[in-house]
């Protein structure tokens, strides 16, 4: 009887870790599984380039976690990833800009969407589904009129964020510049702390004072930053912008905030799940392409880990409650 007593809450405290760090296990699991399928998995360049690969979708997820957090979505990250990167090649090779300021302009216009988009909803009383969906559309479609539908040179400044110097690839100490910045806003500010509240209860965030609109429109702005930040990334990557980069990025970033722990009703979720749920797409992405997985069913594998996710946050808060 007193071994039972003393094993049940040693028990419940493992079984709360797995529901807390389930995306982490995956993981572990994944490349311990992938590790045994095939010996091309455990090199270190293929680390670099899963590393690579999510740098991309782990910027997006990032900004996107402000929002989740905050009970919000944002489906428009994708096109104004595109429409950033655009803006920046198009100020550089049409009117000859320097190569810093066409950078500068092109994270400005990721800032300049996402406050619209916050402003739509925290004014205009707008969902943020439908604000960003909104935006998805007037942001690709000016992608595709600046660029008309052609690909665009970027300056050198933008091309950097792309290369590799002294073996480093740039994008992953940018994608780990991003996770140390949003890691900071969430644990060590006031505007993080609010973020929490909100999500958890917008009413009751609102009756304790706190600037719930200005709160609102700060977090959709920081969404487009650093959807600019992963659109100038992308570019760089290519050395030019393209029409439709970022197209479905919007729903792996979502992914991987969810897989990393955040839940869909808000007031959950943080920088490391993130970063955690952006490896494991990556990962699974990486090892299919080893084993010779058809790109078609790869959709489909990746469609049901998002399910799966889903579903485990659903889990997650009936237990809660």
Not at 22 to 50: D, E, K, S, Y
Not at 102 to 123: E, H, K, N, Q, R
Not at 145 to 170: C, H, K
């Amino acid at each position: 009887m007193t071994t039972a007593t003393t094993r049940t809450p040693a028990s419940r405290r493992a079984i709360n870790w797995m529901m807390d760090n389930g995306a982490l296990v995956g993981l572990i699991a994944l490349c311990i599984t992938l590790f045994i399928a095939t010996p091309h998995f455990l090199t270190v360049n293929n680390f670099v380039n899963i590393g690579i690969q999510a740098a991309t979708v782990a910027i997006l997820a990032f900004g996107m976690t402000f929002v989740i957090i905050t009970a919000g979505i944002d489906l428009s990250v994708g096109s104004v990833a595109a429409l950033g990167a655009m803006v920046s090649a198009s100020f550089f090779t049409e009117v000859g800009l320097p190569g810093w300021l066409t950078l500068v302009i092109g994270l400005l216009i990721g800032v300049l969407a996402g406050s619209i988009c916050g402003c739509a909803t925290a004014f205009g009383k707008i969902p943020s589904f439908i604000a960003t969906l909104a935006m998805m559309s007037i942001a690709r479609g000016a992608t595709l009129v600046i660029s008309q539908g052609s690909p665009m040179a970027t300056a050198d400044e933008v091309n950097f964020l792309g290369s590799t110097v002294a073996g480093v690839p740039v994008p992953i100490v940018m994608m780990i510049i991003a996770g140390l910045v949003c890691w900071f806003i969430l644990e060590r500010t006031v505007l993080g702390r609010s973020m929490y509240a909100i999500g958890g209860n917008l009413e009751a965030a609102r009756l304790s004072g706190l600037p719930v609109k200005k709160i609102q429109i700060t977090v959709f702005a920081l969404s487009g930053l650093f959807a600019s930040l992963a659109g100038l990334v992308m570019a760089g990557r290519l050395s030019s912008a393209q029409p439709q980069a970022g197209a479905g990025y919007e729903l792996d970033a979502i992914a991987a905030v969810v897989i990393g722990g955040a839940s869909l009703a808000g007031g959950s979720g943080k920088a490391t799940g993130t970063l955690v749920g952006a490896m494991l797409l990556a990962v699974i992405r990486n090892g299919l392409n080893l084993l010779n997985v058809s790109s078609f069913w790869q959709q489909i594998v990746i469609g049901l880990v998002i399910a799966l996710a889903v579903g485990f946050d659903v889990i997650r808060n009936k237990t809660a409650n």
